[in-house]
């Protein structure tokens, strides 16, 4: 399977492309939308999204809301047009715009930052709730939370039984205690003019063990989550499972014992994946995001058009978008995971797949295939 973006931040629109899908899955385009719309509101979001009404346009790929096959491509029409009226030549801190103008030389910053926007990030959360769906029908269910913003921290959540919670929540966060001062962690910053990073935590329940590989460097799980959540706007960092890592190895390492003749574990700080592969345990990934680039107070830089050096225009932006950041993360995770999992079960009509995927189960030590093959 393959999935790709497209689109200006202030072009007519921006555009999201799986491939390799497969035939028969019934599509929810409501589901999409609602994606979008928690992806538009988060606490801390800029007047940008005020403006924009992002709502799902299927243009290929969908019969009768049954996906063909064929690539799917969704639009996400741009209502807001580009706040930049003139050429702009100083760069912010953080952002693209020097180091996009030293390798694409195109004397306006303002170019940069219609790719560089995290407004592409839309099409992505279309894209990816549609894997969210395809992946419910295998009973793989995916959430995310905010679990700091700024200096306001909490632990993560333990599951995914939280999951309707976190939709009361103007920043995404399971905890009431924790969001409640992120909400005022947010209101300071914004009377300061400044901006907050933080993190999220996605968590994947369901996914079958023995889903990845280590066949080539890239088909491992945790090296294909990497790769791509470090392509999510601001996010700079990630961690699979437990981040502590001062405890020593009998603490860390998840002891296995044994259940009604099933495997079991004690903990889940590998979270999920070990040498690359799905252990059958909650996938948890925890991503770091750094605070936006733009602020209304600006910061030191310089005029490239003289030399001179000055303060950053403010080019509007949001305070926070750690909450956007989390869905934006939810619906990457979809997507590999069901990259990983069509690879494994194939990726013909639905109906095959869903069956293979149920007759899946963990092998039995003496099933006759050692014997056979000398293993």
Same mark, same amino acid.
């Given at each position: 399977?393959?999935?790709?973006?497209?689109?200006?931040?202030?072009? $007519?629109?921006?555009?999201?492309?799986?491939?390799?899908?497969? $035939?028969?899955?019934?599509?929810?385009?409501?589901?999409?939308?609602?994606?979008?719309?928690? &992806?538009?509101?988060?606490?801390?979001?800029?007047?940008?999204?005020?403006?924009?009404?992002?709502?799902?346009?299927?243009?290929?790929?969908?019969?009768?809301?049954?996906?063909?096959?064929?690539?799917?491509?969704?639009?996400?029409?741009?209502?807001?047009?580009?706040?930049?009226?003139?050429?702009?030549?100083?760069? &912010?801190?953080?952002?693209?715009?020097?180091?996009?103008?030293?390798?694409?030389?195109?004397?306006?910053?303002?170019?940069?930052?219609?790719?560089? $926007?995290?407004?592409?990030?839309?099409?992505?959360?279309?894209?990816?709730?549609?894997?969210?769906?395809?992946?419910?029908?295998?009973?793989?269910?995916?959430?995310?939370?905010?679990?700091?913003?700024?200096?306001?921290?909490?632990?993560?959540?333990?599951?995914?039984?939280?999951?309707?919670?976190?939709?009361?929540?103007?920043?995404?966060?399971?905890?009431?205690?924790?969001?409640?001062?992120?909400?005022?962690?947010?209101?300071?910053?914004?009377?300061?003019?400044?901006?907050?990073?933080?993190?999220?935590?996605?968590?994947?329940?369901?996914?079958?063990?023995?889903?990845?590989?280590?066949?080539?460097?890239?088909?491992?799980?945790?090296?294909?989550?990497?790769?791509?959540?470090?392509?999510?706007?601001?996010?700079?960092?990630?961690?699979?499972?437990?981040?502590?890592?001062?405890?020593?190895?009998?603490?860390?390492?998840?002891?296995?014992?044994?259940?009604?003749?099933?495997?079991?574990?004690?903990?889940?700080?590998?979270?999920?994946?070990?040498?690359?592969?799905?252990?059958?345990?909650?996938?948890?990934?925890?991503?770091?995001?750094?605070?936006?680039?733009?602020?209304?107070?600006?910061?030191? $830089?310089?005029?490239?058009?003289?030399?001179?050096?000055?303060?950053?225009?403010?080019?509007?932006?949001?305070?926070?978008?750690?909450?956007?950041?989390?869905?934006?993360?939810?619906?990457?995770?979809?997507?590999?995971?069901?990259?990983?999992?069509?690879?494994?079960?194939?990726?013909?009509?639905?109906?095959?797949?869903?069956?293979?995927?149920?007759?899946?189960?963990?092998?039995?030590?003496?099933?006759?295939?050692?014997?056979?093959?000398?293993?």
């Amino acid at each position: 399977m393959k999935f790709t973006v497209a689109g200006d931040s202030h072009g $007519s629109g921006v555009f999201g492309v799986i491939e390799e899908l497969p $035939s028969g899955v019934s599509l929810s385009i409501e589901k999409i939308d609602r994606q979008l719309q928690r &992806r538009q509101k988060g606490y801390g979001r800029g007047q940008r999204m005020k403006g924009e009404e992002d709502r799902a346009i299927v243009k290929s790929g969908l019969w009768k809301d049954l996906t063909t096959g064929a690539p799917l491509l969704i639009e996400i029409e741009n209502k807001v047009s580009s706040a930049e009226k003139s050429v702009r030549s100083i760069p &912010r801190p953080g952002h693209s715009d020097y180091a996009a103008w030293t390798r694409y030389k195109l004397n306006d910053l303002a170019i940069y930052a219609e790719r560089s $926007s995290a407004r592409w990030t839309a099409a992505l959360t279309a894209i990816g709730s549609v894997a969210s769906q395809i992946l419910q029908e295998l009973g793989i269910s995916l959430c995310s939370s905010v679990i700091a913003i700024g200096k306001v921290s909490c632990e993560r959540p333990t599951g995914t039984e939280w999951i309707s919670r976190d939709r009361g929540s103007p920043v995404f966060c399971h905890d009431e205690i924790a969001y409640r001062e992120m909400l005022k962690e947010i209101d300071t910053a914004s009377e300061l003019g400044e901006t907050l990073g933080g993190k999220f935590v996605v968590i994947a329940d369901g996914i079958p063990a023995g889903t990845g590989g280590y066949g080539s460097l890239y088909e491992r799980l945790d090296s294909r989550i990497g790769k791509h959540f470090m392509a999510i706007p601001s996010v700079k960092g990630i961690f699979i499972g437990n981040p502590d890592v001062s405890l020593r190895g009998g603490e860390y390492h998840d002891k296995l014992y044994i259940k009604d003749g099933i495997v079991f574990r004690q903990s889940n700080n590998a979270g999920g994946i070990e040498g690359g592969i799905s252990n059958g345990e909650r996938i948890v990934v925890e991503a770091s995001v750094k605070p936006i680039p733009s602020l209304r107070r600006g910061i030191s $830089s310089v005029d490239l058009s003289d030399l001179n050096e000055t303060k950053t225009p403010y080019v509007r932006s949001d305070t926070t978008a750690v909450p956007a950041a989390a869905v934006v993360g939810e619906s990457m995770l979809a997507l590999l995971l069901l990259d990983a999992i069509l690879e494994r079960f194939g990726n013909g009509d639905f109906c095959t797949i869903k069956r293979r995927v149920k007759d899946e189960s963990i092998p039995h030590w003496n099933d006759g295939f050692g014997e056979e093959h000398d293993r």
